[in-house]
């Protein structure tokens, strides 16, 4: 027990210790804005994975750990599109993900807003035109928010984040 | 090598009507076999106790347009002298089947159903001829590795239906789950049987992420496709990027600067403390020990934002070309890197004193998800897995590439094949790679960083590259074509040979711990699916 609490006070806080990210480039639609605050201090995320890489995966886990430390800000991952207040997609929408991306939105309670995490969903990077893509996300569900990025540091997906949140992020 | 030439000689006194051609790679021989002989002399070489070959790699290739074949490969890795031995065979014209070696061969089960689905070659005595990549809703006839494929079609969908296998008896249920999952994972599906609390079947169904990564190879030049490779599975961007890059090296008969090699080294070994560092906190996760957890995902990420520093990019793409590397790393960084590392290691220590001191986590990992020795040669499995189950295979000593024959590794075996195992393995591997990287400080040597490409491929060539990722062995196998272009791109991750291997893990372990030991195996899925 003693060790435990001497390493915890020995390594202090790390929150925080990272480069801020870049502010979107586009910035958020008012009317997106405007849905977005609907959700005030409690911002539930359904991460759907439609095929990607795995690194936005691996980017959105980062945004978990102590560093990040995403949850200060209300923000955590909800096990289920029916407790998410948003859909994060990532990847670009194979022929076989198409259907289980279509069902998800549809399980996810209304408002909602959807974004679309990464290159490959915005616009499929270099996987576009293959016989086992169908497109990009958009192309399936209406998406509000775009975080480009191959993939999007984390720092750039708090930025955008809070961007959509009026600066709460 | 007097001992690889001995079995080349065994083999063909036991098989005269086989044919030895030039081999392809180093420590390697080839043989062509007729295909009727396949099954018989694949058993030979994987039950003979001086042979013990274990099934590394299995691909088809369609020759056409230069000539109307099929080409079967199956390569083989001896154990003891990890001397390669590839079977080669053809299936000339309008023939579409081969003979199935998966009655004996359990590693080859996979293999032979993507095979079918890829190029509608047909295994003749398969035990389970149900698609594998294409899913139900696939039409008919859609084989997209054939050269008449075009790379754009629009696939239309059709009605169909998956027959999963069943378990039948009083009180059995089936738990299905996925493809979309709980936490921040990948897409894949998992069906349970379970009667009472014990699984007593698993069924993976994968594929979910089928990108078309390998017909994409075939429309790129072997220069421009490096981008590609690096997003076969994002976390493991060096393991494939430096794959590739050594295959495509050997085509063009590019030397590497000796400079360039450490620094790939380098990067192959941060890649792996990243993600060794983020499995061992994951484990603990899912066994809800947050202090860990938290612990662990710090220390990743101070080597994710040293990896940002040293190449601008978190997961080190774009370091590594063709040819070389693309930015130099001088001295007095690889002083700073060392530092940095040295205080990890550190801590990384005192947090492992309190991990493993932990009693109620020792009691979550022990005996949790053992896979037996027995089945792990069974399925071939290999990389952190298969070094936690006994199977003592790591490239870096076996096969040396990039700076490894002048950095000797060791390599971390356990036996016992739990959970707890594939922790050790990971933190021994952690310490190990630490250990590394500052040995490769003081021998790196002075030069240049990269050698520009002079020729072109000849059309017909091809090569076999192996790097040993942090998961295990990724295999490329590269045909140049005509103008520079790629013909066939075989990819292989790890992953696609360990993911059966997790079905028999898992019998008898309840289903709360079933994350647990897919975490332990931390296998990647769109690395499977491509």
Known sequence: MFRIIKKSLKIGVVTGQYQKGEPAAVPVVPEVKKKAGLFKRSFAIREVDTGSCNACEMEMNALMNPVYDAEQFGIHIAASPRHADALIVTGPVTVNMERALKDAHKQTPDPKLVIALGDCAIHCGMFKGCYAVTGPVERHIPVDVRIPGCPPRPADILEALSELRNGRP | ?530
Not at chain 2, 100 to 117: F, G, K, L, Q
Not at chain 2, 208 to 216: A, D, P, S, Y
Not at chain 2, 480 to 503: L, M, T, Y
């Open chain 2, 1 to 530: 090598m007097p001992e690889a030439r001995l079995c080349d000689d065994v083999l063909k006194v036991a098989f005269p009507a086989i044919r030895q051609n030039a081999p392809v790679c180093a420590k390697s021989s080839h043989f062509v076999v007729p295909k009727d002989l396949l099954p018989a002399i694949t058993h030979y070489l994987h039950t003979q106790p001086n042979f013990r070959g274990r099934l590394t790699l299995l691909w088809a290739c369609d020759h056409r347009p230069v000539r109307d074949t099929y080409g079967l490969y199956y390569l083989f890795t001896l154990e003891g002298s990890h001397h390669w031995v590839m079977l080669s065979t053809e299936l000339i014209g309008n023939d579409r089947l081969f003979p199935s070696i998966t009655p004996h061969i359990h590693a080859a089960h996979w293999y032979e159903r993507e095979i079918r689905d890829m190029f509608g070659l047909i295994p003749q005595g398969h035990p389970d001829l149900r698609r594998l990549v294409r899913h139900e809703h696939w039409p008919k006839g859609m084989h997209p590795l054939r050269k008449d494929f075009p790379w754009d079609r629009v696939l239309g969908r059709q009605q169909g239906e998956h027959h999963f296998r069943h378990i039948e008896g009083e009180g059995v249920f089936i738990v299905p789950v996925g493809p979309i999952h709980a936490g921040i994972i990948e897409s894949g599906h998992f069906r349970f049987s379970v009667a009472g609390e014990p699984i007593m079947q698993l069924e993976l169904r994968h594929f979910w992420k089928h990108r078309g990564v390998e017909k994409l190879f075939e429309q790129q030049t072997l220069i421009d496709a490096l981008p590609l490779a690096e997003r076969v599975s994002g976390d493991t961007t060096v393991g494939h990027g430096l794959a590739y890059c050594q295959a495509v090296e050997t085509l063009l008969h590019l030397e590497v600067p000796r400079r360039a090699t450490y620094l790939r080294t380098l990067f192959l070994e941060l890649e792996r403390l990243s993600n060794h560092l983020g499995d061992i906190g994951a484990m603990c996760n899912d066994t809800a020990y947050a202090l860990a957890h938290a612990h662990c995902g710090r220390m990743k990420e101070r080597i994710m934002q040293l990896n940002d520093r040293l190449t601008g990019s978190r997961f080190l793409r774009g370091a590594i070309r063709v040819g070389g590397v693309t930015r130099d790393i001088d001295n007095g960084r690889l002083t700073e890197i060392v530092e940095e590392l040295n205080r990890i290691q550190l801590d990384f220590s005192e947090v492992g004193a309190i991990i493993f001191a932990n009693a109620s986590l020792t009691d979550r990992l022990e005996t949790t998800g053992i896979l037996h020795e027995r089945t792990a040669w069974d399925h071939a499995v290999m990389g952190v897995v298969g070094r936690a189950s006994g199977m003592d295979c790591d490239l870096r000593r076996d096969r040396p590439f990039a700076a490894y024959d002048a950095l000797p590794v060791n390599v971390a075996l356990y036996r016992y094949g739990d959970v707890r195992a594939r922790l050790r393995v990971r933190g021994d591997e952690i310490h190990e790679s630490i250990r590394l990287i500052r040995e490769l400080r003081g021998k790196i040597p002075d030069g240049p960083i990269a050698n520009e490409p002079s020729r072109s491929p000849d059309p017909g060539d091809w090569t076999l590259s192996a790097v040993e990722g942090w998961r295990g062995e990724i295999l490329y196998m590269v045909m140049a074509g005509e103008g520079g272009r790629i013909h066939r791109c075989k990819v292989r991750d790890p992953s696609f040979v360990n993911w059966p291997a997790i079905q028999w893990a898992v019998l008898g372990n309840i289903i709360p711990d079933f994350p647990l030991i897919n975490k332990s195996f931390n296998l990647s899925y769109a690395g499977n699916d491509l």
